[in-house]
């Protein structure tokens, strides 16, 4: 049916950019509703951002709101969350997620059906 795969990940310099790519396999990805999260060592897995599949609205983390862009393309079955003036508290692994339904609480980890594989994000100072 469908499966995340996760791009791109990277090394950057604080105040720096880095674009992540979630390229998804099956053909109904472009009706799903998908987010990032991430998780730095030590924390718990937290919510990054997240899109409708129409890419009609987005969601953003209090923390990132402001520097982070979510966006899709659908015709590539592809998700991008566009990461500006990064900080080192960004430094984390990020994955992508997707959930078949909207979920009711965009945050919340349960609600997404499929995970893709991590990428290291660091933020050096």
């Known amino acids: 049916e469908g499966s995340c795969r996760r791009l791109e990940g990277g090394l950057v310099q604080a105040g720096g950019s880095l674009r992540l790519s979630c390229a998804a396999s099956?053909?109904?990805?472009?009706?799903?509703?998908t987010g990032w999260f991430r998780q730095a060592p030590g924390k718990e897995r937290e919510f990054v951002a997240s899109?409708?599949?129409?890419?009609?609205?987005?969601w953003y983390a209090d923390s990132v709101k402001g520097r982070f862009t979510i966006y899709r393309d659908n015709a590539k079955n592809t998700v991008y969350l566009q990461m500006d003036y990064l900080k080192r508290e960004d430094t984390a692994v990020y994955t992508c997620?997707?959930?078949?339904?909207?979920?009711?609480?965009?945050?919340?980890?349960?609600?997404?059906?499929?995970w893709g594989h991590g990428t290291q994000v660091t933020v050096s100072s």
């Open positions: 099956g053909r109904t990805f472009g009706r799903w509703f």
């Open positions: 899109i409708k599949w129409n890419g009609g609205r987005t």
């Open positions: 997620a997707a959930a078949r339904r909207d979920p009711r609480l965009v945050w919340r980890t349960d609600e997404y059906d499929y």
